[in-house]
């Protein structure tokens, strides 16, 4: 529980919450852990959706599909992070979404409605915790956001500059790494992995970028 605990303090919703208040404010959510093996389903789409994850191990891919078994990769999230926030908060009872666990994951699961209402004792923390998933749900919007900008490019390559300069920005450098493999990357961006792989390629050949598996080179003019 300790190392739990931990990596609770680095989740943004227990952002300012004191370590000694950790247990009480677990118990207060009616907090559940589950742990999960890799690509085991942790959440189907459609399923009733009522509590909030806090990924405390291993990572986890928010994804939806339509009925014609195309995938579209919303994100991916790491320890510390959350999922469901926003469907749960919002009353939506069935998921939009399915949760697969990447690699073996353990998962904190919270009662989304005692998150956002007093309780009965008026624990100090709650206060906080509403600024805190207010934030949260702020960030996720802004995310969302800025997927929304890449894929309404045009073309795939326009879509994978968007996407590449952003993450470029992200790290500071020129010189980065993606979450994501081809195929999911391909997902993530809606575009054919095939083709976005000939255009990275093409890409490559003029000069404007390099890179091997996860890691990218950007070499635009200054």
Same mark, same amino acid.
């Given at each position: 529980?300790?190392?739990d605990i931990k990596i609770l303090q680095?989740?943004?919703? @227990?952002?300012?919450? +004191?370590? !000694?208040? /950790?247990? &009480? ?11 999960? #093996? ?29 009925? @014609?078994?195309?995938? +579209?990769? !919303?994100? /991916?999230? &790491? ?6 926030a926003a469907y749960a908060c919002a #009353? ?120 091997k598996k996860f890691e990218f080179w ?5």
């Open positions: 529980m300790k190392n680095m989740s943004p919703l @227990f952002t300012g919450v +004191n370590e !000694q208040d /950790m247990e &009480e404010m677990i118990s207060c959510l009616d907090g559940q852990m589950k742990t999960y #093996g890799k690509n085991e389903r942790i959440l189907t789409e459609a399923e009733t959706l009522k509590k909030v994850g806090v990924i405390l191990k291993g990572c986890v891919q928010v994804e939806n599909e339509d009925v @014609f078994g195309n995938r +579209n990769i !919303q994100e /991916m999230l &790491e320890p510390g992070e959350l999922f469901g #009353g939506i009872k069935n998921s939009p979404v399915s949760i697969t666990s990447i690699s073996e994951s353990k998962v904190l699961f919270l009662e989304a409605g005692r998150i956002l209402s007093v309780c009965p004792t008026a624990c100090p923390f709650h206060q906080k915790m509403v600024e805190n998933m207010v934030y949260i749900l702020a960030r996720k919007n802004v995310m969302l956001s800025e997927k929304i900008g890449h894929i309404s490019k045009r073309s795939t390559r326009e879509k994978l500059l968007s996407y590449l300069s952003s993450q470029s920005k992200k790290a500071g450098s020129r010189h980065f790494f993606i979450p994501f493999n081809r195929q999911k990357l391909a997902d993530y961006l809606c575009v054919e992995r095939s083709a976005m792989s000939a255009e990275l390629s093409k890409l490559r050949g003029e000069g404007l970028l390099d890179y950007l070499y635009g003019q200054d």
